[in-house]
């Protein structure tokens, strides 16, 4: 019964240091996303992919890279990380291919860049 | 661009009385329409979502929302709130093809017992 599972769930990185935040879902969902939130902006779309082997920016997608693994897997990749990337990070699953409405969230990863 | 208003951040109510959270679209054509909750640390659930038909529509745990084109309205209600339901609301609006919806900022309820 796990739905959407993130790792980390908190992290700390200094400027300019990698990471990958990762992603699984169970529920053989087609598509996957990436959101972030910051306080008072709601939530704004990272990337997504709307099927295995294909992804897509979204609104905010610059200092960030997506790897559709598999169709379980969604990875967020964070290149040289700045103090403005610092947000609390959601992935997200949806059945469908065509009417892009996440269903399923996980807990979120809490990034903070110093 | 679609677009979507919360003109509340924050709203107040006592266990037991009705509730509505507001919303405000700007799309030109049908836009497609979502609530979604969110409880402390956690990630958002999907509570309804309005596609095309009835202009009001049922969604979990006893909420509902109408929709009004000629308000651009999306109003969320429930007739008598509990103090489970404190939590961040964001209404979403999605435009057609892709339908990927932008969130509003969201209206945190609080629940007074």
């Known amino acids: 019964n796990a739905g959407v599972t993130q790792t980390p769930k908190f992290q700390v990185l200094k400027t300019g240091q990698s990471m990958t935040l990762q992603c699984a879902q169970d529920m053989n969902h087609n598509s996957m996303y990436w959101y972030r939130q910051d306080p008072g902006m709601g939530l704004r779309l990272i990337y997504y992919?709307?099927?295995?082997?294909?992804?897509d920016k979204g609104e905010v997608p610059n200092g960030y890279n997506v790897s559709r693994l598999n169709k379980r897997e969604f990875s967020l990749r964070l290149e040289s990380a700045a103090p403005s990337q610092t947000s609390v990070y959601f992935c997200?699953?949806?059945?469908?291919?065509?009417?892009?409405?996440?269903?399923?969230f996980g807990d979120g990863t809490r990034l903070s860049i110093l | 661009a679609q677009s979507v208003t919360q003109p509340d951040i924050h709203i107040t109510v006592s266990e037991g009385a009705s509730l509505e959270l507001r919303c405000n679209y700007s799309y030109g054509a049908t836009p497609y329409l979502f609530w979604y909750v969110q409880s402390p640390g956690q990630g958002l659930q999907l509570l309804l979502k309005?596609?095309?038909?009835?202009?009001l529509v049922q969604g979990i745990k006893g909420f509902e929302a109408e929709f009004k084109r000629s308000q651009s309205s999306f109003n969320l209600r429930k007739p008598s709130v509990h103090w489970s339901d404190a939590a961040e609301y964001f209404c979403?609006?999605?435009?057609?093809?892709?339908?990927?919806?932008?969130f509003g900022r969201g209206t945190s309820l609080i629940v007074h017992p």
């Open positions: 309005y596609f095309s038909g009835d202009t």
């Open positions: 992919s709307a099927s295995e082997g294909t992804t």
């Open positions: 997200a699953s949806s059945a469908g291919t065509e009417r892009h409405q996440p269903q399923h």
């Open positions: 979403a609006v999605g435009e057609g093809g892709s339908y990927i919806p932008t």
